[in-house]
């Protein structure tokens, strides 16, 4: 039987930081072997926000070795440009005249965009929903990993599905309704910033963030400023969210006995004192951190300096895509009727 299909997008802007290391990425190495996995880098997307593009080459080559780099295997997962599949805009033309613009200004993403860029309301910003939705329903893909912000998108990628299959389906259904997917029920492990203030961010609070093209000076630099306090006062306390989230990040990267030791050190007191050092607990932690980081940042940016690797990586990409996405196309075209010889 054949693997189920799974597809996800990822903008170019911005650099990966350990939250989405943790929270999408870890994920994305699993699913690969599980799944017929399709990712692709929404650079399209990009540009409904950044019009300038001159990072955007640097970006989409990022995006693409620091994902290869973490252990998304190129000859596993169809990997590749959105741009390089002509096949989503005709499908993002059809898609638009099923979309109304009533439902695609109370989007969420929108609303929020329009806020943050009111001199750049543009049409690409208003149907971003509806390229979202032709870039899954292009390859028919019938799983969508996606974090709480993109559930919206997700639902409205059902929606304008259903209606394409029910005017132009004759009782088919020509293009799936994608659901959403998350192992273990959707946990997803939630990483703050350093300084306790909301998540870690691709593009904001730098200095806050743990990127993975971080040196192994600035990692200790960030870990040790993080935000801690004098200590628990009394022996087994509950946790401020800032220090649970440094027990969080050493979860992930420190040996379960390090672990360990500083939750034992953090539930003890002697004498009234509190016996954690959060000095110490950095320290390791940071080292832990580096030890984790640096291995991915130095085959990040090998790949970087290799145009050459990164290129057959994205052609191989472009064809697999191609050859998915016309199959789909010529469906869509018979379907809805755009067919004349
Ligand atoms: N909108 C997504 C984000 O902001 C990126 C994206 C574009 C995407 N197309 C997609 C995600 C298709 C999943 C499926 O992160």
Request: glycine share 6%; with cysteine; hydrophobic share 35%.
């Amino acid at each position: 039987m054949s693997k189920e299909r799974v597809l996800t997008g990822i903008r170019p802007t911005g650099y990966l930081h350990i939250g989405n290391y943790f929270g999408a990425t870890r994920n994305f190495l699993r699913m690969q072997d599980d799944f017929d996995c399709f990712v692709f880098v929404a650079d399209w997307h990009s540009l409904t926000t950044h019009p300038d593009t001159s990072e955007l080459q640097n970006g989409v080559r990022r995006v693409l070795a620091e994902n290869i780099a973490c252990g998304l295997d190129p000859e596993k997962v169809t990997l590749y440009i959105q741009s390089d599949v002509p096949e989503i805009a005709e499908l993002y033309l059809y898609l638009n005249m099923l979309a109304y613009k009533g439902e695609l200004e109370k989007t969420t993403t929108f609303k929020e965009k329009v806020r943050q860029h009111p001199d750049n309301v543009n049409a690409g910003l208003l149907t971003y929903p509806v390229l979202q939705a032709a870039d899954i329903v292009i390859h028919r893909a019938g799983k969508v990993p996606v974090g709480k912000d993109q559930e919206q998108h997700l639902e409205m990628a059902r929606n304008f599905a259903q209606r394409f299959n029910f005017r132009y389906g004759n009782g088919d259904i020509i293009l799936p309704e994608p659901q959403a997917f998350s192992y273990d029920g959707g946990d997803l492990v939630k990483i703050l910033s350093l300084n306790g203030e909301g998540k870690m961010s691709k593009s904001e609070n730098e200095m806050n963030t743990l990127y993975l093209a971080d040196d192994d000076e600035m990692i200790r630099k960030k870990i040790m400023k993080s935000k801690t306090d004098q200590g628990p006062e009394t022996e087994n306390s509950i946790k401020p969210d800032y220090i649970e989230n440094l027990f969080t990040l050493m979860k992930l990267v420190s040996t379960a006995d390090t672990v360990a030791y500083f939750e034992e050190k953090y539930n003890q007191s002697s004498a009234g004192n509190c016996v954690i050092r959060y000095g110490d607990m950095k320290k390791q932690l940071a080292e832990d951190m580096i030890a984790f980081i640096a291995p991915i940042r130095q085959k990040a940016n090998e790949m970087l300096q290799n145009k050459e690797y990164l290129a057959t990586v994205m052609k191989a990409g472009r064809d697999k895509a191609r050859a998915s996405a016309s199959e789909t196309l010529r469906v869509v075209r018979r379907a809805i009727g755009v067919t004349y010889y």
